[in-house]
C-alpha cells in the first residue's frame, strides 16, 4: 500500500544533500560566507572564521542555529558564555542579543 503523500527520494525535488567539510574547501578567504542551502526563508551558509568577535547584535525575525563543523568558538549572551568545539550546535530563540568570537581557525554553518 503507498499512501499518498509518500514519495520515492528520486522523485522530490526539494531533497539536498551537502557534505559540510568538502563545502567549506570551496571558501577562498577568511569571513568569506558561502551559501549551501535554503530552508523556508532561511539561507544555510558557511563561513571560515578566525580571531575575530562579532560584537553584539540580534536577529530580529528568526531564531538562530550555529554548527560548528571545525574549530573553537566563543557565544556571549547577557548572562554568561557558552563554548563551542567541533560537532557542537547550538540553538537559540530570535531577539536574543549576542557576540560571537572564533577562538581558532573555525568553520561555522
Do not use: P
Request: proline share 0%; glycine share 6%; charged share 25%.
Amino acid at each position: 500500500m503507498q499512501l499518498g503523500w509518500v514519495h520515492k527520494i528520486e522523485e522530490r525535488d526539494m531533497i539536498e544533500k551537502a557534505k559540510l567539510h568538502n563545502q567549506s574547501n570551496k571558501i577562498n578567504g577568511l569571513f568569506e560566507y558561502l551559501k549551501v542551502g535554503q530552508l523556508n526563508d532561511h539561507m544555510l551558509n558557511i563561513i571560515k572564521a578566525e580571531d575575530r568577535t562579532l560584537e553584539f547584535h540580534m536577529h530580529n525575525n528568526s531564531d538562530e542555529m550555529l554548527y560548528l563543523i571545525d574549530g573553537k568558538m566563543e557565544i556571549e549572551f547577557a548572562d554568561g558564555k557558552t563554548h563551542l568545539e567541533t560537532g557542537d550546535l547550538l540553538l537559540y530563540q530570535k531577539a536574543l542579543c549576542t557576540a560571537l568570537s572564533a577562538l581558532s581557525l573555525s568553520l561555522v554553518y
